[in-house]
Every structure is written in structure tokens, then in C-alpha cells.
């Protein structure tokens, strides 16, 4: 029997990859280990291993290709043994993981000849807790294979406004919860937008529509047309998802940070030769948050379907910028590493994610998030949270300004901290004692060593 090459399961939020390119020719020997495919994730790339020893025959595709998890993309056998034309390129039962024929007209025969549909995994978890009917969705994903997106976007038709009533209240910028449906069930309808539309008018005459603005803008020329694909289509669903079903708060304090200025000074000039870094206001900000995060549990949690759960490790995240987007890989238990770990591990991980070689273990499983834009002379943003964490730390820029200290003007080091966390967990007032703690950790460092 020949040796199936899959390809493998690199995270649970993972359902579908792009063949970037095929590192080997078909009928080549290869040799178990040996790397021959590169994919892509929405994150890195990765390279896929052949499973066996023998000679190598590739399945229909090609690099760009975008394919299912579990996906068999080639053989490993004979040298005279070909792939399959016609043969199921998903898995069977012990060999890989579903049954899915990737030809959408092979799909549309079996859905006809037996009700079956190609979904993913977390598609029919999200159906079955929703009650929807997987016969009712339309598929998007590859191969006609039904996605978490058809889903959402079925639950979103199924609420209640017409899709017309939904497109003018969004070319309008008009507040959908705010209006009352006079359709059958109390469904929003195209009147009632339209009334509500023409309300707005009489209140504020002469102003022009969203739709208006867009039908202008739409006249221009554009420059240069970049579709929204791989990482940069991702992270746009996923902060549209942050930001739809949180419900967000941000708090903003200003920090004295000229002591930890001095500390990191000293601390450069005494551990950078020995460590073979200079430590830098990342490595610190993060062994105070983590830290601080073992004091303040509440803060290190997320949001399940019927409950809050307070994480017993914490994973701090560290939003990276890379050629291919925001990156976002964790540092396991950070608040039992020591400055200098945590230093060594920030460096390794910004290594990884920028030569887009992280692994999928790096990129899941964190619990906090710190993001950084003081290196561009930013004072203050709102970041957006990283699902499904509970809170997201935003990072300024350190800068001098005067400051009254003892009745007298003085210039300090001054940090600007904005905590933007989701309301349904934590309330402001244990949100804000966390913030506080950080500040007072960065302008007394040596509380630390009661924390250490």
C-alpha cells in the first residue's frame, strides 16, 4: 500500500492551508524526513516531511492551491504507482481524518445521492450549538467544503432584518439596534430604515449618506487593487470579530517610568555582555505584566460559551509586525522565567515570526497580549483584543515631559498604558487596580522582588 502525504493539523483554528510550492518533481525518491512541500498558514510557512521512504507521485496541485486539513496531496510508493485521478484526496477512517472528495462536482453528487455535506470540524460544532441545518448553508471553502464563515455569515442572515433593510442601514452608517421592526416577527424591514433614514434627514439637513460618499469615492481611479487574501484577510476577520463580539473598554494611564529608565541602564551596562543581549523595555514590560498577571488572576481568563475561565498558566503574548502582518506568538508560563529567559525567548520568537518559520505551538494557547507601537513615537492607542483573551496591553512611547513633583516642575520619563479589556469578564474597577499595579511596578521596580 503506498504511504499517504497529508496535510497535517498545525492548530486548532487551522482548517485550511496554501500550497506555496513543492520542493520535490513527481517521480522523484525521496526519503523519510526529507522536507517537500512548503504550505502556508495564515500565520508562517511550514514545511511538510515525507512520512516514508520510496518515490514520491503528486496529486492536482499546484502552488496558491487551498486545501483542507487532512488533505492527501500526494502518495509515496512504487516507482511505477501513480495518484489516484479519480479517488477521494481526503482521509478514510485510520488513514486521515474525513471523508471529502475535493472535486466541488463530486460533492454536489454525494449531497444529491445522500444528504451528506463536506463541513469542518468546527463549522458543525458551531451549527449543532446553533441549531442550523447543515443542508440549508451554502459552501465557500475549497472543494465545496462547508466553513466556520458559512455559518456565521447563515446565523447573520437569519437574524432579524432583510438583507435589503441591513445594506442601507450600513451605506447610511445607521445604528441597526436602535431601530424598531414593523416586519413579521418584529423583522427590521426596508420601511423602517427608510423612515428612520428620512428622520435623520430632518434632523440634520444637507447631510450627505454614507452611500452618497461611497458612490463618490467609487468614481476614483484606483491607484493599485490588492485583494484581501491570506494573513491580511484573516487578521481582518478575526479583528472584526474582536471588535463586534466584545464588549470593550479601554482605560488609559500615564506611568512615571524614569526608574525603570535608570534600571534598564544599569542592567545594560552589567548583564549585556554576559547575556549576549542588551535587555530592553519589552523584556521588562513583559516580566511586569506577567507578574503582575499571577497577582491579578482575574485578568489572565476567557470567555467560553456558559462560563469564565481563569487560566492556571499564563502565556503572554507579544504582537510582533512582520512582512506578512501582525504576529502574534506567546511566551509559555512567563511568570516563572526570569528576565533573562523571557528576554532570550522575545528574541527567538521575533526571529521565528519574521522569517515566517514560527511553529503552531508558539502561535495558540495565549492568555494576554502586550503590543508595542513606542519605537514609531506613538503616546497612546487602542489596541484590539486577541480572542478569546480577556484584556490587551498597549505599549507608548517613553518620553521626557515636565511634571510637578514636590510643588516644583520637573522633567520625567513619562509611559503612557492603555488596558482595553472585554467587559463581560471584568468589571472597570478590578481592571483598574490591575493597571495600577503595573504602574506602580514601573515606577518602583524593586517591588518586584516581593514577586519574584
Given at each position: 500500500m503506498p504511504e499517504p502525504v497529508l496535510i497535517p493539523k498545525l492548530g486548532n483554528t487551522v482548517e485550511d492551508v496554501t500550497i506555496v510550492e513543492w520542493l520535490v518533481n513527481d517521480g522523484d525518491e525521496v526519503t523519510k524526513g526529507q522536507e517537500i512541500l512548503e504550505i502556508e498558514t495564515d500565520k508562517a510557512t511550514f514545511a511538510v516531511e515525507a512520512p516514508a521512504d520510496g518515490f514520491i507521485h503528486l496529486g492536482p496541485f499546484d502552488s496558491g492551491d487551498v486545501t483542507p486539513v487532512f488533505t492527501r496531496v500526494a502518495i509515496i510508493g512504487k516507482k511505477d504507482e501513480a495518484f489516484p485521478e479519480n479517488g477521494p484526496t481526503a482521509a478514510t477512517h485510520g488513514e486521515e481524518r474525513a471523508q471529502k472528495p475535493s472535486p466541488s462536482d463530486q460533492v454536489s453528487q454525494m449531497e444529491r445521492s445522500s444528504g451528506w455535506r463536506a463541513i469542518s470540524p468546527r463549522a458543525r460544532r458551531l451549527a449543532a450549538q446553533k441549531g442550523v441545518n447543515v443542508?440549508?448553508?451554502t459552501a465557500s471553502g475549497p472543494g465545496g467544503r462547508i466553513i466556520e464563515r458559512d455559518v456565521l455569515a447563515y446565523l447573520e442572515r437569519r437574524q432579524g432584518i432583510t438583507p435589503v433593510a441591513r445594506k442601507m442601514a450600513e451605506?447610511?452608517?445607521l445604528d441597526i439596534s436602535a431601530l424598531a421592526g414593523t416586519g413579521i416577527g418584529g423583522r427590521i424591514t426596508k420601511k423602517d430604515v427608510?423612515?428612520?433614514l428620512a428622520a435623520q434627514a430632518e434632523r440634520a439637513p444637507g447631510r450627505e449618506s454614507r452611500s452618497t460618499i461611497r458612490q463618490a469615492a467609487a468614481e476614483v481611479e484606483a491607484l493599485e487593487r490588492k485583494p484581501l487574501t491570506g494573513v491580511r484577510k484573516i487578521i481582518a476577520e478575526r479583528m472584526a470579530k474582536s471588535v463586534h463580539t466584545t464588549a470593550r473598554v479601554t482605560l488609559v494611564m500615564e506611568v512615571d517610568a524614569t526608574e525603570l529608565v535608570m534600571m534598564r541602564k544599569r542592567l545594560k551596562a552589567r548583564v549585556s555582555e554576559k547575556w549576549g543581549f542588551s535587555p530592553?523595555?519589552?523584556?521588562?514590560?513583559a516580566f511586569i505584566a506577567a507578574r503582575a498577571l499571577r497577582e491579578f488572576p482575574?485578568?489572565?481568563a476567557r470567555l467560553t460559551n456558559d462560563a469564565i475561565e481563569y487560566l492556571a498558566h499564563i502565556n503572554l503574548g507579544v504582537a510582533v509586525d512582520t512582512e506578512r502582518g501582525l504576529v502574534v506568538p506567546n511566551i509559555k508560563d512567563a511568570d516563572q522565567k526570569s528576565l533573562r529567559e523571557l528576554g532570550m525567548e522575545f528574541r527567538e520568537l521575533v526571529q521565528q515570526a519574521r522569517s515566517g518559520r514560527i511553529s503552531p505551538d508558539?502561535?495558540?494557547g495565549g492568555t494576554f497580549t502586550i503590543t508595542s507601537l513606542g519605537s514609531f513615537d506613538v503616546d497612546a492607542f487602542t489596541p484590539v483584543?486577541?480572542?478569546p483573551e480577556a484584556a490587551i496591553l498597549g505599549v507608548g512611547r517613553i518620553a521626557a515631559k515636565p511634571v510637578v513633583r514636590n510643588g516644583e516642575i520637573v522633567a520625567r520619563?513619562?509611559?503612557?498604558l492603555s488596558l482595553v479589556f472585554d467587559h463581560r469578564l471584568v468589571d472597570g474597577a478590578p481592571a483598574a487596580r490591575f493597571l495600577r499595579a503595573l504602574k506602580e511596578y514601573i515606577e518602583e521596580p524593586y517591588l518586584l522582588l516581593g514577586l519574584a
Open positions: 443542508a440549508q448553508l451605506d447610511a452608517d427608510a423612515r428612520a530592553g523595555y519589552h523584556d521588562l514590560l482575574y485578568m489572565n508558539s502561535l495558540r483584543i486577541n480572542l520619563d513619562m509611559l503612557t
